[in-house]
């Protein structure tokens, strides 16, 4: 399978509603999201570029161009031990939501990869 060039450069949580995120460096990611994240009707939300938990509350953010990210609209990928299926662009913030295909663990430097239907 062709490799993405996408890599885990920060992970966050955001434990409470509108109060900080907190960074991790490694975390558990649950068929409901990353463990310790309140929970939302998409379990995790993924960016690319120079989005910061700063400027955006999403969970997992990628050293990537942010085209490359919304083209895996619709496909399964593999980030660490986890699967997830990016199932739709937000209307109105950066990035895609995913939803869980298969939970395990995930740390920054870990590259996401395609993963096929079956992974």
Do not use: Q, W
């Amino acid at each position: 399978m062709a490799e993405l060039g996408l890599t885990v450069r920060e992970l966050a949580i955001y434990p409470v509603k509108d109060e900080p995120g907190r960074r991790l460096e490694r975390t558990e990611i649950e068929e409901a999201g990353l463990a310790g994240d309140r929970r939302k009707k998409r379990p995790v939300h993924v960016v690319a570029g120079d989005e910061t938990p700063e400027t955006t509350r999403a969970n997992i953010f990628l050293a990537a161009d942010p085209e490359a990210l919304t083209a895996l609209v619709g496909s399964r990928a593999r980030v660490g031990s986890a699967v997830l299926y990016i199932s739709e662009k937000p209307t109105n913030c950066p990035g895609v939501y995913a939803v869980v295909a298969k939970p395990g663990a995930v740390a920054v430097g870990d590259r996401l990869h395609p993963a096929p239907p079956a992974d």
